[in-house]
């Protein structure tokens, strides 16, 4: 009777929020309207298994949920606190209406096909746990379960997934991820004309296909057994469809049907109900009478009513320090990061100590160290194996075998991935080889930024995003010298200038990383492999590993030629550092000015040591490597404002807002631009 239930309460559940919408008391409106029979599948999967359920497929959440042996009234309540917002919803504090929440049930959001990517990283990153003795989150016969509607079966975040899981199965790896399509041939307004069916399955995906008639409870479950069998038994994915589903109701409440179908054509698909037919079919095999069902029915409208009710009474978030609070993980105190640093100390080699390195040599130093440390750390990117395009990774593959991966050029997928094996127990360094890649990603990215404030911390995908390709350079041109950081709430960005400060940041970083926390590293192109500061020979650029126990916290800002006298402050990052520097030279000889440059790495809030630094100050200059418009250094600006810490004159410099030639650097800051503004 657990899959009747579910199917009850997830009739009464969409109406009631339909009610609660119309009173000015519910906010979300999507829901199933002839999914209701998927409630099978809740019970055929084990309670282990991974589940991302797409918005409509509620009923195998509440069946999950049931099995589970909670009642129904406490997962009413729960699911009615989601509709109308109430900030004891255990799955999003109130922040959005989603299924999910469990140990096992990852939150889908409403981008369509988004839960996608990441299910396939769970089950990739589970069985690569368990092959390289790292913890996983699963057992090693788990499934990874995910389901989209037909329509989304068209988003690139879906193809991505499908392509991605094909090509894993071709290569061997292991991968027992399950697709579920639930096909009701319309897409909000859209009619499917057949596609999924007629051409999409049979002509685009290679793996096994089982179908299950959605209005047949015994079908479903028959199948979607069968299913989970194949994925288990042998670590491959394949996909199920649920067949010929009536959409019984709107898109959402907001739908306007009259303004695509016909008055004939609602009234015919309302006829059409699976949890009638699912009724008759149970009565018909002796299960149970009509009479019982009306009474399980009409008890389960009461519970479902009185949730509502008392939903609607609880608070809401009130205050936008509610909303800020769980933006992020919250931030590992420098004494839990040392502490996690010092735990297992490399030293340098002493044939290193002396020797002197470009910035590149320290990020392969760095990350060798990281993967050395941590077991659980696994380095994936596009043509990382070898090296990568910038030799960051050279030796480190068959140093680390199976922990440095090369993925197949997609971002989106790569992305989806770290999310899935963060979420399986990995600490996954994820490297996209040019800034401008991460455009191909966007959604994906914010997905993973989002996701600690989505589930109240519940759901965290700590990583290290390395973004390579960023800033001056002349070959590449726009597409691989690209200079524009968007920087969403729930990501740390820092960008380092020179090697010992990289390795001792990335120590840093690891571990907030760690901790749950989206950091990314933007790694500058000019800066990697850059000798000489000021002139041929100075080797200014070129420095010694520091001590292992050397570490670098977001807070620290780093000055240059500080002095007592000085009342000008230049503040960079990353290669605007280099560019100050030489300002800062040209501004002492030419113009008998002396400024501080303070190298500020952390971008994606006003560190302590910033604050500090500007005390007293009576001119600020902020140089930023980005465009204007797109630059980190204004946030800096309206923050420092808007806490009085802004100097009187400041100024700032940036990139120019166009898009940067093959073959020159003439759109990037220049020191010339940095002492024009120091001048002004």
């Known amino acids: 009777m657990l899959c009747v239930e579910s199917a009850f309460m997830t009739t009464l559940v969409h109406l009631e929020s339909r009610i609660s919408s119309l009173v000015g008391q519910g906010f979300y409106t999507i829901g199933p309207c002839g999914e209701e029979l998927i409630s099978a599948v809740g019970l055929a999967l084990r309670p282990t298994d991974a589940v991302a359920l797409h918005y409509r497929h509620l009923a195998a959440q509440f069946s999950r949920q049931l099995n589970s042996g909670r009642s129904h009234e406490s997962i009413l309540l729960d699911r009615a606190r989601g509709h109308v917002v109430s900030s004891l919803d255990p799955i999003t504090g109130g922040g959005h209406c989603c299924i999910g929440g469990g140990q096992y049930d990852y939150l889908v959001t409403s981008t369509l096909a988004s839960q996608a990517p990441p299910a396939v990283g769970r089950a990739l990153g589970a069985h690569l746990a368990n092959a390289i003795g790292a913890p996983s989150h699963f057992p090693t016969d788990f499934v990874s379960f995910v389901t989209v509607g037909d329509g989304s079966i068209n988003h690139s975040h879906f193809l991505s997934a499908i392509n991605f899981t094909e090509y894993a199965n071709f290569r061997r790896y292991k991968c ?20 999924l069916k007629k051409e999409f399955v049979q002509n685009r995906v290679s793996m096994p296909v089982y179908y299950a008639d959605g209005n047949d409870l015994l079908d479903i479950w028959k199948n979607m057994n069968d299913a989970l069998a194949y994925s288990r038994k042998w670590s491959k994915p394949c996909m199920i469809v649920f067949t ?20 004939d054509q609602i009234k015919d698909v309302a006829r059409k109900s699976p949890v009638e037919h699912m009724c008759a079919q149970l009565v018909d095999l002796g299960v149970v009478t009509y009479a019982e069902l009306e009474q399980k029915y009409l008890d389960l409208w009461q519970k479902t009513e009185i949730a509502f009710a008392e939903a609607a009474k609880e608070p809401k ?12 993980a919250p931030l590992l105190p420098i004494e839990e990061s040392i502490a996690l640093n010092n735990k297992s100390l490399l030293p340098v080699p002493e044939k290193e100590k002396s020797q002197l390195h470009p910035m590149r040599k320290h990020m392969t130093f760095v990350y060798d160290e990281i993967l050395g440390k941590y077991p659980q750390t696994v380095y994936l990117g596009e043509d990382v194996t070898h090296g990568g395009y910038y030799l960051v990774t050279e030796g480190l593959a068959k140093k680390y075998p199976r922990r440095v991966t090369d993925f197949p050029p997609e971002e989106t997928v790569l992305v989806g991935a770290a999310m899935g094996y963060a979420q399986a127990g990995l600490l996954p360094i994820l490297e996209i080889p040019y800034a401008k890649y991460l455009d191909c990603a966007a959604d994906m990215f914010f997905e993973a930024c989002i996701m600690n404030w989505l589930s109240i911390g519940k759901q965290t995908n700590g990583m290290l995003v390395r973004l390579q390709g960023f800033g001056k ?27 010992p400060d990289y390795i001792r940041g990335m120590r840093y970083s690891i571990t907030q990383a760690m901790a749950g926390r989206v950091v990314m590293s933007v790694d500058c192109t000019n800066l990697l492999n850059l000798r000489h500061l000021h ?20 807070d620290e800002v780093i000055p240059y030629g500080k002095s007592e006298k000085n009342d000008l402050v230049i503040v960079a990052y990353g290669n605007s550092v280099v560019t100050s520097l030489k300002a800062q030279k040209l501004l002492a000889r030419d113009h008998n000015i002396h400024a501080t440059v303070v190298d500020c790495p952390y971008l994606s809030d006003v560190p302590a040591g910033l604050l500090k630094e500007l005390e007293g100050i009576s001119k600020v200059v902020f140089v930023d490597d980005c465009k204007t418009g797109q ?11 808007k806490q009085k810490k802004l100097p009187a004159s400041w100024g700032c410099v940036t990139a ?13 800051v220049d020191e010339k631009d940095v002492i024009q503004e120091c001048l002004s």
């Open 176 to 195: 027992p991820v399950v697709f579920g399509v639930s096909d009701n041939d319309i897409a909000i307004s859209l009619p499917g004309y057949g596609w």
């Open 244 to 263: 010929d589903l009536p959409r019984r109701f709107g898109h959402a409440a907001t739908d306007r049907q009259s303004a695509y179908l016909t008055a």
């Open 317 to 328: 978030i009130k205050t936008r320090a509610e909303v800020s609070s769980r933006t992020s």
């Open 473 to 499: 350079g002349v070959f590449g041109g726009n597409f691989h010298t690209h200079n524009i950081l968007s920087i969403p709430p729930g990501l740390d960005v820092v960008c380092y200038s020179n090697g």
């Open 535 to 554: 002139e041929d020979g100075d080797k200014g650029l070129l420095k010694a590993y520091p001590e292992p126990d050397e570490i670098l916290s977001w």
């Open 631 to 641: 630059n980190p250094f204004a946030g800096f600006i309206v923050r420092l404002r």
């Open 656 to 668: 120019e807002p166009t898009y940067n030639p093959l073959g020159t650097s003439l759109t990037f």
